[in-house]
């Protein structure tokens, strides 16, 4: 979000601060520079960039396709054209991504949830009144992009971390202490930051590498101000710290004397007016004496509380080595880790640092800050026979947390531990956190230490990974597959079963078109898969589609805990999933075309597919689950029109 209106503000009132480079030209002449630098760092001689991964989403999937769940093999044929792009020019790329949202900030993420859950609801509305997806209007990234993003960049020998911080802070600091060419994002912060030039992803043209850099000093001449006192405007005018609510009375104030001074109105909106009023009220109050960024002038007229989160938020934009209002006022790491009496230090030294290399995935999340969480998701909150998939996998989820917490202990602690979770659903308030408790897991032998689990050796604590992992999915029957077949195809394997025994509503051809797509997906190239005609769009689907790819992140949160039984890679949605596909899939499925068709006529994936079901099929039996053929709901019957000349397209026949 950054600070509000300052972004909208310097493009359209400031355009001699939004400046127009070549990036592959700013990197020839910080080479040309650090050549003559003996004492030249390798950020710049190697010239250097620190990539808000999470700014750069939106720009990365330019997929016509987000509705089904996701074109994820596309999306690794955007990125790795993305990187060959900088890396031909010379350019170094660091990717920063957010580890966990902080609780000063929840606030304003929970008021940004509830707003996108509105703009759910009318994806969904249109999918059924249109049958097709809506425009770019409604966009709506697909569920996981940003985990799985990260792990993408990550093998495509990448530099990437997760934050353990607010991340924004986490890259200004970065790109300050490595002298890196500049920071490409699209946050505000960036500019109020005292760090590298703050470049636009929004303006970015890949093919040419040029794009827009918003230059501080000279917005910092147009509005009035010095670099030092950028941090009290922000907080004034509103951030994710300082909420707008926070300061409306003295932009109230500030606008009225600005009014008053200023009768000819200026050429912005409200708002720049607004951004101009809060940066004469700044320059009018700072005292000349205090040049800190930290500084609170006294004259501010503002009350206790409001002088306090004031004082956050303009720590929050205090780099190390930059002056603060006292000793320790520099955002710190946590000191103690929320369940450091369940688990040993070099657990915890080991989590922390993977969650930093992105090689582990919620792990460090629940050990170290007790908390979990989860953002949006397709899901139409009209049909109620679909359970949210945060609710599908709670049970997963609490078995990872026994599996975290509880191994090696009885599990009857007379303070049992629970893990808070933000998980946005239908129906969900948000109004406080879920306390949710640890299970344990049945195993075939007594639970063992998680130190012996991650830090073991030989074949038999390899075993007990992987039967780790199983057992959160009830899928201990499974292990005779390991190695006689893909890894990605057990995954998948794992999480159809684990979701057909909790979601009693689903049917027997969507465990045809889960299974079936997962097979035929990995011979299929990106621009196959784009060529795939849907005759309509089924709402249903759609929510399967996302039900599925939450569905792998949860596969990866237990692969991690289990101390990856299986390799992370065989649980990314590019080896097994595609949204195109499964919708594909799921309509033939439930026009109950046969099986050779389901498969593309493909010999082997045919028998690779009835193997799967065959295991799948036993495994719900012996649960008392009976999988039951689905039938077409009457209002749904031009559906079953359109799903039959669809599967005349992929038979040849009628």
């Given at each position: ?7 909208s503000?310097?493009?359209r009132?400031?355009?001699e601060?939004?400046v127009?480079?070549n ?13 003559q630098?003996r ?10 960039i ?6 750069c989403?939106r720009?990365?999937y ?8 996701g074109q994820?093999r596309e999306?690794?044929?955007v990125l790795?054209r993305?990187?060959?792009a900088?890396?031909?020019a010379?350019?170094?790329?660091v990717?920063f ?6 609780e000063?900030k ?10 996108v859950?509105g ?5 969904f509305n249109?999918v059924?009144?249109?049958r097709q997806?809506p ?24 530099e990437?971390f997760s ?11 970065y790109a300050?202490q490595?002298?890196?060419?500049g920071?490409l ?6 500019i109020?930051f ?5 470049l636009?992803?929004a ?8 794009t827009?850099?918003y230059?501080?000093?000279r917005f910092?001449?147009?509005i009035?101000?010095?670099?030092a006192?950028l ?13 707008e ?5 003295i932009?109230n ?5 600005y009014?008053?001074n200023h009768?000819?109105?200026?050429s912005?909106?409200s708002q ?7 940066s ?8 000349r ?6 500084h609170?002038?006294q004259?501010?007229n503002?009350?206790?509380?409001q002088?306090?989160i004031?004082k956050?938020?303009?720590?929050s ?15 710190a790491l ?8 369940y688990?040993?230090?070099e657990?915890l ?5 993977k969650?930093?290399?992105?090689e ?5 999340n629940?050990?170290?800050?007790g ?7 397709l899901?139409d909150?009209?049909d109620?026979e ?5 609710l ?5 989820r609490q ?5 975290l917490?509880?191994h ?5 602690h007379?303070?049992?531990?629970a893990?808070?979770e933000w998980?946005v659903y239908p129906?969900h308030?948000?109004?406080e956190?879920?306390?949710v408790?640890p299970?344990?897991?049945?195993l075939p032998c007594d639970n063992?230490?998680?130190d012996?689990?991650?830090f073991?050796?030989g074949p038999?604590?390899?075993a007990?990974?992987l039967?780790?992992?199983?057992s959160?999915f009830g ?12 890894d990605?195809?057990?995954a998948a ?5 684990y979701?057909l025994?909790q979601v009693?509503t689903?049917?027997e051809?969507d465990a045809?078109a889960?299974?079936s ?9 990106p621009?196959e898969?784009?060529?795939?005609k849907?005759p ?8 399967l589609?996302?039900l599925?790819?939450r569905g ?5 949160f ?15 949605p ?9 919708h594909s899939?799921?309509?033939?499925a439930?026009n109950y075309?046969?099986k ?7 010999p082997?994936?045919l028998s690779?597919?009835?193997c799967l ?7 719900c039996?012996k649960?008392?689950r009976i ?9 749904r019957n031009?559906e ?5 000349s ?6 040849g026949?009628?």
């Open positions: 979000m950054g600070v509000k209106g300052l972004q503000f310097i493009e009132c400031c355009p601060a939004c127009t480079v990036l592959r030209e700013m990197a020839r002449q910080q080479v040309s520079r650090s050549r630098d004492a030249a760092s390798l950020s710049t001689i190697v010239p250097t620190a990539v808000d991964g999470m700014a989403l720009h990365w330019s997929c016509k396709d987000w509705v089904c769940g994820w999306i690794m044929d790795k993305w990187v060959e900088f890396t031909s010379g350019i170094r790329l990717f991504f957010d580890g966990l949202v902080k000063q929840r606030a304003e993420w929970v008021k940004r949830r509830r707003r859950n703009e759910i609801c009318k994806i249109y059924k009144a249109h997806q425009g770019r209007e409604l966009f709506c990234l697909p569920s996981g992009l940003a985990t799985f993003t990260s792990f993408a960049l990550k093998s495509l020998g990448q990437v934050s353990l911080q607010e991340a924004d802070y986490e890259i200004a600091n300050c490595h002298g890196c060419m920071i994002g699209q946050d505000s912060d960036f109020v005292d760090s590298a030039p703050y636009s992803v303006k970015l043209q890949i093919g040419t590498l040029t827009v850099l230059d501080r000093q910092c001449r147009n009035g101000l010095t670099v006192q941090p009290l405007l922000a907080c004034l005018l509103g951030n994710d710290v300082v909420s609510e926070w300061m409306q009375n932009r104030e500030a606008m009225a004397t009014r008053i009768p000819a109105p200026h912005g909106a720049g007016q607004m951004v101009l009023a809060v004469h009220l700044v320059s009018s109050v700072w005292d004496q205090e040049r800190g960024k930290g609170i002038p004259s501010l503002l009350s206790g509380a002088r306090e004031l956050r938020g303009l720590c934009y205090l780099l190390p080595g930059q002056e603060a209002l006292q000793q320790g006022d520099i955002p946590p000191s103690t880790p929320a369940f450091e009496k688990v040993s230090p657990i030294k080991a989590c922390r640092e969650h930093v290399a992105v582990g995935f919620m792990v460090y629940v050990l170290c800050e908390v979990t969480e989860c953002s949006n998701t899901e909150e009209e109620t679909l359970i949210p998939q945060a599908v996998y709670k049970r997963c078995l990872i947390y026994g599996l917490l509880l090696g202990h009885d599990g009857r007379a303070d049992f531990p893990v808070k998980f129906g308030p948000l109004l956190a879920d306390m408790h299970l344990l897991a049945s063992p230490s998680l012996l689990l991650w073991g050796s038999e604590v390899s007990l990974r039967t780790s992992f199983l959160i899928c201990l029957d499974f292990s005779e597959l390991y190695g006689t077949i893909e990605s195809l057990l394997l794992c999480l159809v079963t979701t025994l009693q689903l049917y051809e045809d889960y299974l797509q997962a097979v035929c997906v990995r011979l299929k190239s621009q898969l784009q060529q795939i849907l309509f769009l089924s709402s249903r689907a759609v929510q589609g996302s599925y790819v792998l992140s949860h596969l990866l237990a692969n991690c805990a289990s101390e990856c039984p299986l390799p992370n890679a065989a649980l990314m590019w080896q097994s999933f595609d949204g195109r596909l499964f899939k799921y309509l033939l439930h075309t046969e050779t068709v389901l498969l593309d006529n493909n082997s994936c690779l597919f009835l079901k065959e295991k799948l099929m036993e495994t039996r649960r008392g999988l039951q053929s689905g039938r077409i709901a009457p209002e031009h079953a029109e359109a799903g039959l669809h599967r005349e397209r992929h038979s026949t009628r």
